[in-house]
């Protein structure tokens, strides 16, 4: 995936966030704030972040990023559609999004939404990329370490969709 340490991912992100004067917001679902909480392990992460989220339940996501119920009702929380109106939803608040929704297991999952799916959605302005992602540590059972996986691989994919983006 990525050749950064942690630490150089963040930076990463706060350097062009910073350089183009770019808020972020994020909105969490399966992984729970911690996005939050390895962008604010950077020192600045003031600069740029506006406002995040951790909309885990299906009300949380209507209420606060807008999320249409019948999306809800016909996709479920755990879809690319809803993913993407959840980035729709923070960027009426921030320059750019990230927003998660997913299945951490150990129970849980289907044949169709395995344990350690997730959706990722990536926004600036007015452009939203939807990635779906299956965790390298699904089979730990170990939510955190599949939590910690679909962390590193949204920032990852956050910082190549920022440099994509923006040039």
């Known amino acids: 995936m990525s050749q950064f340490s942690k630490k150089e991912l963040l930076i990463k992100i706060k350097e062009i966030l910073t350089k183009n004067n770019l808020s972020l917001s994020t909105a969490e679902s399966c992984t729970g704030g ?7 392990d950077i ?3 003031s600069q740029f972040i506006y406002q995040n989220f951790v909309t885990y339940s299906n009300d949380a996501k209507t ?3 807008g999320v249409d119920k019948a999306v809800l009702e016909e996709f ?3 879809s690319s559609e809803v993913a993407y109106q959840m980035s729709l939803g923070l960027l009426k608040l921030a320059d ?6 997913g299945i951490l297991g150990p ?3 289907s044949r169709e939404k395995p344990i350690g799916l997730v959706y990722i959605s990536l926004g600036y302005k007015d ?9 390298k540590k699904a089979n730990t ?6 939590k910690k996986d679909i962390v590193r691989h949204s920032l990852y994919e956050f910082l190549n969709f920022l440099k994509n983006t923006l040039n």
């Open 63 to 65: 209420c606060y990023l």
């Open 141 to 146: 059972n170990n939510r955190h370490k599949i």
């Open 96 to 101: 750019c999004s990230i927003a998660t929704t």
């Open 43 to 45: 020192e600045g992460a």
């Open 76 to 78: 479920g929380a755990v």
């Open 34 to 40: 911690l996005i939050s909480s390895y962008l604010t």
């Open 127 to 135: 452009k939203i990329k939807v990635i779906k992602y299956i965790s």
């Open 107 to 109: 129970s849980g999952g």
